[in-house]
């Protein structure tokens, strides 16, 4: 399970919401994995995180964008790695070839928490200085 706190904040009201949302779908997610949810379940709870981080993801980069964040094309592209990795997992879980794990849940927390507090911190550093 994640909850949040300060150190997740960019300083933006909308994406920070956005950021609590999104530990909310990781921790139904977990929360499946631990009450040994169906695969059909389980299927559904990865299709809400994927969905939803995806949505996420396209409001973060028009934010970027709209500031001008010149780190843009970076952040843009560990974004596509992680929607990547998270729908080959999400084939693969639909398809009965990967257990859902706590392998799997803890990739997809460590890569979110990961990337709040290194990259998404960078506009938000961008934009205190502006």
């Known amino acids: 399970m994640i909850q949040w706190d300060n150190e997740f904040s960019v300083n933006n009201d909308a994406i920070d919401n956005e950021h609590k949302s999104l ?3 990781l921790n139904d997610f977990y929360e499946g994995l631990r009450q040994n949810a169906s695969r059909e379940s389980m299927g559904k709870l990865i299709d809400n995180l994927v969905y939803y981080t995806k949505t996420h993801f396209a409001n973060e980069e028009i934010y970027m964008r709209k500031i001008g964040f010149p780190g843009i ?3 843009l592209n560990e974004h596509r790695e992680f929607i990547a990795k998270v ?6 879980i639909k398809e009965g070839k990967l257990l859902v794990s706590v392998e ?3 990739f997809i927390k ?4 990961n990337h709040i507090k290194t990259q998404d911190k960078q506009y938000a550093a961008f934009v205190a200085k502006k």
Do not use: C, D, G, P
């Not at 460590?110 to 928490?113: A, G, M, S, V, Y």
């Open 23 to 25: 530990f909310t779908a």
């Open 73 to 75: 094309e970076n952040h």
């Open 87 to 92: 729908e080959e997992f999400q084939s693969k």
């Open 104 to 106: 799997v849940t803890n």
């Open 110 to 113: 460590n890569w979110i928490t």
